[in-house]
């Protein structure tokens, strides 16, 4: 475990931040997590919508320090409460949203808390004037997706003199949450991070003129080995990086029989694999730059 966590320019350590800040989210109370006294945030507000027969109560937190806020959604409980959660991510009709479309149930999911955390950002904001930082993961990462697209909206009205570059999202192992012309609409930097043989980061799959899905932001795709790659990548360096993780999961499916199979692939999306890979990465881009 790492002793240093920091919000900067350095992409993978505000990654490695934003991935801790995201598993604090799913405790009820954040500063329960472990590692929660390494974020060095001060101030912590948690908020939830009410939970109904149907869906998993929408949860997350917001906490700040001197130089940032952090706004953390709570992703899929694969324990309790695990089949509410899947309720929202399997609702995938999309409904309008200006001018373009997204899922319905996570639309349905952020609007059942939104206007608490709306007033609350609006508050701290107008108090001290600071970036803003957004995260989750799994069904958290499709609510600061669309988390990303209110608070863009928040910043062109309420504080116009607040460049945009004010905003930054990180997410790991998310859904696809709307079309292209959603997708259009972040213009703030978005770094979704997705491990290779994470089967969340693949659905809902594209439907011609039925469903339009895409991934929004930045991809950052990582391996096995902790390598990140994204567009910028050299090609045959993404080539070879695919082929590895197709040869891996057929291998672990030849191996193991389905059930087994099925088991690997959730922890390839659970959270601490990808905490794991991050600080790998890291640890890789230091000796790189020795």
């Known amino acids: 475990m790492t002793t240093t966590l920091t919000l900067g320019r350095d992409y993978l350590k505000s990654a490695l931040f934003l991935a801790h800040a995201s598993r604090?989210?799913?405790?009820?109370?954040?500063?329960?997590?472990?590692d929660f006294r390494l974020l060095r945030l001060d101030t912590v507000r948690t908020f939830a919508s009410a939970k109904t027969k149907d869906n998993e109560a929408t949860r997350c937190f917001i906490a700040e320090n001197e130089e940032a806020i952090v706004l953390a959604f709570r992703g899929t409980?694969?324990?309790?409460?695990?089949?509410?959660?899947?309720?929202i991510n399997l609702n995938f009709l999309q409904v309008?949203?200006?001018?373009?479309?997204?899922?319905?149930?996570?639309?349905?999911?952020?609007?059942?808390?939104?206007?608490?955390?709306?007033?609350?950002l609006l508050e701290i904001q107008k108090n001290k004037s600071r970036k803003i930082w957004i995260t989750g993961h799994s069904l958290g990462g499709a609510l600061a997706t669309l988390a990303t697209l209110h608070i863009q909206e928040m910043w062109q009205h309420e504080f116009k003199d607040?460049?945009?570059?004010?905003?930054?999202?990180?997410?790991?192992?998310?859904?696809?949450?709307?079309?292209?012309?959603?997708?259009?609409?972040?213009?703030s930097a978005f770094y979704r991070f997705a491990y290779a043989s994470d089967p969340v980061a693949y659905i809902p799959f594209k439907v011609p003129r039925a469903m339009?899905?895409?991934?929004?932001?930045t991809l950052k795709q990582i391996d096995v080995h902790?390598?990140?790659?994204?567009?910028?990548?050299?090609?045959?360096?993404?080539?070879?990086?695919?082929?590895?993780?197709?040869?891996?999961?057929?291998?672990d499916l030849f191996d193991n029989n389905p059930k087994a199979f099925a088991s690997e692939r959730i922890k390839d999306h659970l959270l601490p694999n990808y905490v794991d890979k991050l600080e790998m990465a890291i640890r890789q881009s230091a000796v790189k730059t020795k």
């Not at 604090?24 to 472990?34: G, L």
Request: proline share 5%.
């Open 24 to 34: 604090a989210a799913y405790e009820d109370d954040p500063k329960n997590y472990s």
């Open 77 to 87: 409980d694969m324990n309790e409460g695990a089949l509410q959660d899947w309720a």
């Open 162 to 187: 607040v460049p945009i570059k004010q905003i930054e999202t990180h997410t790991f192992g998310q859904p696809r949450v709307g079309d292209k012309a959603m997708c259009r609409q972040i213009v």
């Open 226 to 251: 902790g390598r990140v790659y994204d567009d910028a990548s050299n090609w045959l360096a993404r080539l070879l990086a695919g082929c590895k993780t197709i040869m891996k999961m057929s291998k």
């Open 212 to 217: 339009d899905y895409t991934h929004a932001g």
């Open 96 to 120: 309008p949203y200006k001018g373009a479309k997204v899922h319905s149930g996570f639309y349905q999911a952020l609007t059942s808390v939104w206007a608490p955390i709306r007033l609350h």
